[in-house]
């Protein structure tokens, strides 16, 4: 391979994996969503365009979330602001959910799942564009069978899209009437518990075609190192932000950004 190539990948993983670490931190979603497609164009970019592309990107993103989330509820919890009780309720079904996730994603070929991505991604852009403080599905979280229902799609769904908790599990607690501090902190967890048994299961499974070097399973360790070497730097700067800022603003930005991704994936799936 071309060695300016290479290191122009470098830099440029290593600038997004800055701004994913602050996004993480910051909005307490948009982290994940980033690093897939950073990932993907990357390592198409690369000559890796081959049927498990998108099981890559999943399974590399994920091995991220997995530090990145530790890191991000250790530094809510400092500040008071991780429900704990929330967590240790939703966690046993979000990991289900997370387990079903992968073995949906291990059947599925890489432009199903860019289709996949990019449905969600669009729902999730949108849903930040749009949506309103004042929406509300309830005062408080379902428990229950509701619980039981809802919380393996987010572990699904996240696993699906190579994401944390944060993408699906903030809008679902800020419905419920969760605080949006409390929220983000809180999703942050949810991130953990999806990372853990899914990149375990990653880590044994076989993407078809042509794959990266150094790619055990369906990790790609060079990209997980490289970015995550710039997350555990920047998550804390997003976490001061977040404690300090109205993100209100940033969000209605990055989902512009994220509607383009989205919209620029399924195009690449479907019409090319």
Same mark, same amino acid.
């Given at each position: +391979?071309?060695?300016?190539?290479?290191? %122009?990948?470098?830099?440029?993983?290593?600038?997004?994996?800055?701004?994913?670490?602050?996004?993480?931190?910051?909005?307490? /979603?948009?982290?994940?969503? /980033?690093? *897939?497609?950073?990932?993907?164009?990357?390592?198409?970019?690369?000559?890796?365009?081959?049927?498990?592309?998108?099981?890559?990107?999943?399974?590399?993103?994920?091995?991220?979330? #997995?530090?990145?989330?530790? $890191?991000?509820?250790?530094?809510?919890?400092?500040?008071?602001?991780? +429900?704990?009780?929330?967590?240790?309720?939703?966690?046993?079904?979000?990991?289900?959910?997370?387990?079903?996730?992968?073995?949906?994603?291990?059947?599925?070929?890489?432009?199903?799942? %860019? #289709?996949?991505?990019?449905?969600?991604?669009?729902?999730?852009?949108?849903?930040?564009?749009?949506?309103?403080?004042?929406?509300? !599905?309830?005062?408080?979280?379902?428990?229950?069978?509701?619980?039981?229902?809802?919380?393996?799609?987010?572990? #699904?769904?996240?696993? !699906?899209?190579?994401?944390?908790?944060?993408? /699906?599990?903030? =809008?679902?607690?800020? !419905?419920?009437?969760?605080?949006?501090?409390?929220?983000?902190?809180?999703?942050?967890?949810?991130? &953990? /518990?999806?990372? *853990?048994?899914?990149?375990?299961?990653?880590?044994?499974?076989?993407?078809?075609?042509?794959?990266?070097?150094?790619?055990?399973?369906?990790?790609?360790? =060079?990209?997980?190192?490289?970015?995550?070497? +710039?997350?555990?730097?920047?998550?804390?700067?997003?976490? $001061?932000? &977040?404690?300090?800022?109205?993100?209100?603003?940033?969000?209605?930005?990055?989902?512009?950004?994220?509607?383009?991704?989205?919209?620029? +994936?399924?195009?690449?799936?479907?019409?090319?």
């Amino acid at each position: +391979m071309d060695a300016t190539l290479l290191l %122009q990948m470098a830099i440029l993983l290593a600038l997004i994996g800055a701004v994913a670490g602050v996004l993480a931190g910051l909005l307490g /979603v948009g982290g994940g969503i /980033v690093l *897939v497609a950073a990932y993907f164009y990357g390592f198409q970019t690369l000559g890796f365009d081959g049927p498990g592309l998108m099981q890559i990107c999943l399974a590399t993103s994920l091995a991220t979330i #997995v530090v990145t989330s530790a $890191r991000s509820v250790m530094a809510h919890h400092a500040r008071g602001a991780v +429900m704990w009780d929330v967590l240790r309720g939703w966690s046993p079904g979000i990991a289900l959910g997370a387990i079903l996730g992968v073995l949906v994603v291990a059947r599925l070929s890489s432009d199903t799942l %860019q #289709v996949i991505f990019g449905g969600l991604a669009l729902a999730v852009g949108l849903y930040m564009a749009l949506g309103r403080r004042d929406w509300r !599905l309830g005062t408080a979280l379902p428990g229950g069978v509701f619980r039981l229902i809802l919380s393996p799609v987010i572990g #699904v769904l996240s696993v !699906l899209m190579g994401i944390g908790g944060g993408s /699906v599990g903030v =809008p679902l607690m800020t !419905l419920f009437s969760t605080p949006i501090h409390g929220a983000g902190a809180t999703a942050a967890g949810f991130g &953990a /518990v999806i990372a *853990v048994p899914s990149v375990l299961g990653f880590l044994l499974a076989t993407p078809p075609g042509p794959v990266p070097p150094y790619t055990v399973g369906a990790v790609n360790l =060079p990209a997980f190192a490289l970015v995550i070497s +710039m997350t555990l730097i920047t998550t804390p700067i997003g976490v $001061r932000l &977040a404690h300090g800022l109205d993100p209100r603003p940033l969000r209605r930005i990055f989902a512009a950004f994220l509607i383009l991704v989205a919209l620029n +994936m399924l195009r690449s799936a479907l019409w090319t």
